[in-house]
C-alpha cells in the first residue's frame, strides 16, 4: 500500500477537537455555544487563513466576552467574523477562568 496515498484519514489536515467527524450543522454548534455558556467560561473567537492555520497563532476577532451569557450573542459574533474573513477559518474557544485554561475549542467555519 501506497503510504503517500491523498484522501484518507492520515494525510487529511484536521482542525481542533471536531476535526475527525462530520461539520457541526448550525444547531450543534448551538449547543456547543450553550454548553461553553452554562459552564460559565467566557466566549472567545479567532479566525486565521488556511495556508496558516496550523503553524501561526491565530487571530482574536475582538476581546473574549467576559461574563456573555446571551447565545444569540455569540452566535452573531460567530456569524459577523466569518462575513468579515470569508476565506479563513473560524473558531470558538471557551476559557475557563477557574483553571485558567481552554474548556472547549473548535472551527465552527471552514474556508
Not at 64 to 88: K, Q, W
Request: aromatic letters at 12%.
Amino acid at each position: 500500500m501506497n503510504s503517500n496515498t491523498t484522501g484518507d484519514y492520515q494525510t487529511k489536515n484536521t482542525l481542533e477537537t471536531f476535526g475527525f467527524i462530520p461539520k457541526l450543522t448550525a444547531e450543534e454548534v448551538q449547543m456547543q455555544v450553550a454548553y461553553i455558556v452554562a459552564n460559565g467560561w467566557s466566549p472567545s473567537i479567532e479566525h486565521e487563513a488556511p495556508e496558516n492555520a496550523t503553524d501561526h497563532y491565530w487571530t482574536m476577532w475582538k476581546l473574549p466576552m467576559f461574563g456573555e451569557t446571551n447565545i444569540a450573542t455569540v452566535l452573531s459574533e460567530l456569524d459577523a467574523c466569518h462575513r468579515a474573513y470569508p476565506g479563513h477559518h473560524v473558531r470558538l474557544i471557551g476559557y475557563d477562568a477557574y483553571t485558567q485554561s481552554q474548556g472547549s475549542c473548535f472551527v465552527v467555519y471552514e474556508a
